[in-house]
DNA sequence: GATTGATTTGACCAAACGGTCAACTGAAGG
DNA sequence: CCTTCAGTTGACCGTTTGGTCAAATCAATC
């Protein structure tokens, strides 16, 4: 007896092309500054039809953060308890910072929604986030313990990654005025990688 | 002959009000996302009260974001070529984390600009900002070439800078979310003391 | 090719929005 | 007291917005 009646190619497709179009008109302009008729522009797609797959605009948004929040925390899950202490975190700040320059649209629509005080999506940060990051904190902290990296404060070591490498996508129209258009990012790779190795093997 | 006629009291007196209710709305909800009348509300004014002193939604946003440009750039002002290079860099990092810790609705409003493109400001960022970060960037590149830091790409050592602070002030609600609630200035200032010293004297 | 349910849309609605205006109030100087 | 002008506001307006609905169209199955 499924709940949910399986889903149509047209379904699937379509809600496909929503939540593109969403990301896209989300990312650029925030929650409030969307409109469900830049979206359906987007979308190529009526207003009413958009709300044929979408009960609301809200739904939209909501659909977008939660399949998004996996996709972001997936770098942190691949951290290694058992790999090279360096190499892990190196390895970390580097897919980061992929996820940066490959999906910055993402990057910047959760960090609107963070900005403003995370109203739709509030319980995950405190719930399954801070789970992820406690038990990756007690990882690190073994690994400064045991003398393999140089001892720092976990928890504001992740964040410190998050900050650095999200930075490249969020300010990115800031970042490229003061370079005066170069790409950021080969630039700060190489930075990032001097950066933590120099703080880790003090 | 002044083209524009002196204040009175109670010009100076609301303009101020309006500009502080208009940061605390703004940097909450964002310019799409804040309303005439949330600011009104705010300021203990009617609505068209508000209009009497600026005479758009635009132009508080504006005058907000121009007058906080100032207060935002001052402590990189502030580096000095003839002090200790460290000790230099080390005090520029303390000052933006205390912007940080003391003006967030400053940090946020920044930041909602920048991340939707920064199309009310967009113009101080290839302008005013580039020509300030090129002067202090050639100033830090200088003392490399001295030998006294390590070598670090001036550019992207300020935006690493710019990053880390305003992360405390822009993430607040996600970093304390992870943190369980706990203070997080106190341990982020010893964090990024430690960083940048490992970072410049390797 | 007829039927049925999935899909699409033009027309519409109520609420919220930024902004206007004429009229009212208050305060300071003569 | 009266005049004058700064300050204030309730009522209002046109537009935009999220969302609805009945009717039309399309696609798959029999």
Not at 151 to 159: A, E, G, N
Request: charged share 20%; net charge neutral; aromatic share 8%.
């Amino acid at each position: 007896m499924p709940a949910t009646p399986p889903l149509t190619r047209i379904q699937i497709k379509n809600r496909q092309v929503i939540l593109e179009a969403g990301l896209e008109v989300f990312s650029q302009h925030g929650f409030r500054g969307a409109t469900l008729d830049q979206i359906a522009s987007q979308a190529g797609l009526s207003k009413p039809n958009l709300l044929y797959y979408f009960p609301s605009k809200e739904a939209i948004h909501v659909a977008l953060l939660s399949s998004l929040l996996d996709t972001w925390l997936a770098p942190l899950q691949a951290l290694d308890d058992h790999g090279d202490p360096v190499a892990e975190i190196l390895d970390y700040v580097r897919r980061k910072l992929a996820l940066s320059r490959d999906f910055p649209r993402e990057s910047r629509l959760f960090a609107n929604e963070v900005l403003q005080g995370a109203p739709r999506i509030g319980g995950a940060l405190g719930g399954d986030l801070k789970t992820l990051v406690d038990a990756k904190a007690a990882v690190i902290r073994g690994w400064g313990a045991a003398g393999r990296i140089a001892p720092v404060d976990p928890y504001h070591l992740i964040f410190s990654i998050w900050a650095l490498t999200q930075h490249y996508a969020d300010f990115d129209v800031q970042v490229r005025a003061v370079l005066g258009g170069e790409d950021p990012f080969p630039g700060a790779e190489a930075y990032l990688e001097q950066l933590f190795r120099r703080l880790l093997t003090a």
